[in-house]
């Protein structure tokens, strides 16, 4: 990769032009005087090819799964499939207008319908929304159908159970939504103690979110007994879907005793994780919550599909317009690709695949929890700490070394974790290259260790100061001596 | 194995109180600093808030993980420590001392007996501190 750091601002040289506005095909009108600005904006004067090979450059220095393996764990960095972008950009779906009249929208109407009842029937659930702009935003969503579901009964629950090994979202979508998040203690092996959750279960607590597999990269073995627990005290059960690659076809949410669960799209459903767009977070819930999901909501009377906005249960509206729906339609193209079938593949060579990363790295690092594991591995850099190699140092090294980086230090209740997940899309040569240069980590710590700590030396940017970053961050650009 | 004064008192959330005349001194404990990493930010109550023994009372956010602190006891808070907002590595460089955090005044005098004592939390630690 070759080091380019300019920015578009320092290309700028005065009066230099790279493209005329075409003429206006209406009248001009004039600007109201409070709104014209009194100094020309600072905007950088270029040309075209000055600006074509400005971006050229910097597209160089992309790093994705279109360039490279990307194990990160708990994300599903998996390939997006190129007919999903084809679907996407077909004119009746991109050039729509979301407020065009419901006639004219049927088709983007029907994708919508047949999406939700696919996500349903995926999880086991009973309705979708498919509004949610991301993971987060479903679970800020479902938390809130919990909450006015238990006013719905005349009941004031104000906590919120969340085992120590949750993603960082459970407790933030939990507190904005005006709970207390009340944090339960796993056991080592990052199940849900039992006993512990019994301790906390009791008529205040409005829901139990958890991660089924959890973030151990475990199935939890006694699921059923747990959702069975919560509802004989009343309690709702949320699956947080962040690692859904794991059980599709498989199991489902809703026969797990599940009230409400979300889906990430853009993990499980390959839309791109960013740069291609943004999230999607649709969240499915049982027939008990139906009433209060977000409007509107897409119905089918015979033919006709409509938006329906008469719910007077509903808890709102939550983002512009009817969702992110670009990602919707690479959401519905891959699951018609792949099919009922199709899907559950994804998810047996999901588990092969992290399972036979573990099964080669098991020797050189300690593994979190003894297998065999679901579709992530979570490994422990404890042995090289002793060396004095982090987790953090050997995620630089293998930058060097020609892959990303897994998940560093989550979840939280491992040592030194290293995250990593595979993903169904990688091929077993991909794998092994992956787990060559873990192991050439593991013996470099040994010998050379401060080749470890001076990594990455082949990136654009070599190692940061991540402390210095965050201690004293300069977030404002100002133009070069 | 990391420093534990005799003379503090412990929690099992990895703060030290000290007693201080009538008033309470928190902290966060060499073992917590170091499994922290470096911290980069500390975000503690203003003077005159209320803390409840076990509730958190604050933030440490390091370049691993962001924290709760957790209070030792209950009671009003009567002191902050100005410094940690501008200088958080001091919470590092010196955790017993000049990374203090905040002095509480207890408004129940026996939480101060439901804290573990050095060698309580030392054999905590040894059975992995968590």
């Known amino acids: 990769m070759s080091g380019y750091d300019r920015l578009i601002f320092e290309l700028s040289s005065p009066g230099r032009e790279a493209y005329s506005l075409a003429e206006s095909d209406v009248p001009a009108a004039p600007l109201p005087a409070s709104y014209v600005r009194k100094d020309a904006p600072a905007l950088p004067e270029v040309s075209e090819f000055d600006v074509v090979r400005h971006y050229s450059r910097l597209s160089r220095m992309n790093y994705g799964v279109d360039t490279h393996f990307y194990p990160l764990g708990s994300c599903t960095m998996k390939y997006n499939p190129k007919l999903n972008e084809d679907t996407a950009r077909l004119a009746g779906f991109a050039r729509l207008h979301p407020l065009v009249p419901e006639p004219l929208a049927q088709g983007a109407l029907q994708l919508m319908h047949e999406l939700a009842g696919d996500l349903a029937e995926i999880a086991g659930m009973d309705a979708v929304s498919l509004q949610p702009a991301a993971g987060a935003q479903g679970e800020f969503a479902g938390v809130l159908m919990i909450r006015a579901y238990h006013r719905s009964q005349g009941e004031k629950r104000t906590k919120v159970l969340v085992p120590d090994s949750a993603h960082g979202t459970n407790p933030a979508s939990t507190a904005l939504a005006g709970y207390e998040v009340v944090e339960v203690k796993s056991q080592p092996n990052g199940e849900v103690d039992l006993d512990e959750l019994a301790r906390h279960l009791d008529t205040d607590v409005a829901a139990f979110m958890i991660t089924v597999p959890n973030t151990l990269g475990m199935f939890e073995p006694r699921i059923v007994e747990i959702t069975e627990m919560c509802h004989a005290k009343g309690v709702q059960v949320y699956m947080d879907g962040a690692n859904l690659n794991a059980i599709l076809g498989i199991t489902r949410p809703g026969d797990l005793g599940f009230d409400v669960c979300h889906f990430n799209l853009h993990k499980t459903f390959t839309t791109p994780h960013g740069g291609g767009g943004p999230g999607a977070g649709p969240v499915g819930v049982k027939t008990h919550l139906e009433p209060f999901l977000p409007v509107p909501v897409v119905t089918k009377q015979e033919d006709r599909y409509a938006l329906d906005w008469k719910r007077p249960k509903s808890i709102g509206k939550l983002q512009a317009f009817w969702g992110n729906f670009g990602m919707l339609v690479r959401a519905y193209a891959y699951i018609r690709t792949m099919g009922a079938d199709g899907l559950r593949a994804v998810s047996e060579n999901a588990i092969l695949n992290a399972n036979y990363v573990m099964k080669r790295l098991e020797k050189v690092y300690d593994i979190a929890v003894p297998g065999p594991c679901m579709h992530e591995c979570v490994l422990s850099a404890r042995r090289q700490k002793k060396l004095g190699v982090t987790a953090t140092d050997i995620a630089k090294r293998l930058l060097d070394l020609g892959f990303y980086a897994p998940s560093t230090y989550f979840p939280l209740i491992v040592e030194e974790a290293l995250m990593i997940e595979p993903t169904e899309t990688e091929a077993k040569e991909t794998l092994d290259q992956f787990c060559d240069a873990m192991i050439q980590i593991a013996r470099e710590t040994e010998s050379s260790a401060a080749l470890i700590h001076d990594a990455p030396v082949t990136t654009p940017v070599k190692r940061l100061d991540q402390t210095k970053a965050a201690r004293q961050p300069d977030l404002r650009w100002t133009r070069r001596p | ?130």
């Open chain 2, 1 to 130: 194995m990391p420093n534990v004064p005799t003379d503090l008192k412990y929690t099992r959330e990895h703060e030290w109180a000290k007693q201080d005349g009538a008033r309470v001194r928190v902290g966060i404990t060499a073992y917590a600093q170091e499994q922290l990493g470096d911290v980069v930010f500390v975000e503690l109550p203003k003077v005159g808030a209320r803390v409840t023994a076990k509730k958190p009372f604050g933030v440490v956010e390091s370049v691993k993980a962001v924290s709760d602190l957790f209070a030792p006891v209950s009671g009003e808070v009567v002191e902050v420590n100005a410094d940690l907002p501008n200088k958080p590595e001091t919470v590092n460089q010196d955790p017993y001392g000049r990374g203090w955090m905040i002095v509480i005044a207890p408004s129940n005098v026996g939480e101060w007996d439901t804290l573990l004592t050095a060698a309580q939390y030392e054999e905590f630690l040894a059975q992995g501190g968590h």
